[in-house]
């Protein structure tokens, strides 16, 4: 069983930034697929970026493109998404999934952590 907790969450300015953090354990998941996804109020989950841990290719939303990055910290099975130049729309809250693949899709997705909120003030 892995076990998935995202932390970092909270409120910044428009135009700021804040980073995320997703800590994995339970399982190594050195051939896992980490993905970020959000929920705004009253909105369906959507994607927002995902790394393949086995080789470190990147993919994101081009709601996000530009804006965000996603890394991870091996040596702490820990997962980032750098969130720059936030804006209201970024409102959310964000989960941090995985699945054994290599898959980006949100149905794939194995395990899944409680959630994160992040508030953009305007």
């Known amino acids: 069983q892995v076990q998935l907790v995202e932390s970092g969450g909270g409120l910044v300015q428009r135009g700021g930034s804040r980073r995320l953090s997703c800590a994995a354990s339970g399982r190594t998941f050195s051939r896992y697929t980490m993905g970020w996804f959000r929920q705004a109020p009253g909105k369906e989950r959507e994607f927002v970026a995902a790394?393949?841990?086995?080789?470190?290719?990147?993919a994101y939303a081009d709601s996000v493109k530009g804006r965000f990055t996603v890394s991870g910290d091996n040596a702490k099975n820990t997962v980032y998404l750098q969130m720059n130049s936030l804006k209201p729309e970024d409102t959310a809250v964000y989960y941090c999934?995985?699945?054994?693949?290599?898959?980006?899709?949100?149905?794939?997705?194995?395990?899944w952590g409680k959630g994160t909120l992040v508030t953009v003030s305007s």
């Open positions: 999934a995985a699945n054994s693949g290599y898959s980006l899709l949100e149905r794939d997705m194995d395990y």
């Open positions: 790394i393949r841990w086995s080789d470190g290719s990147t």
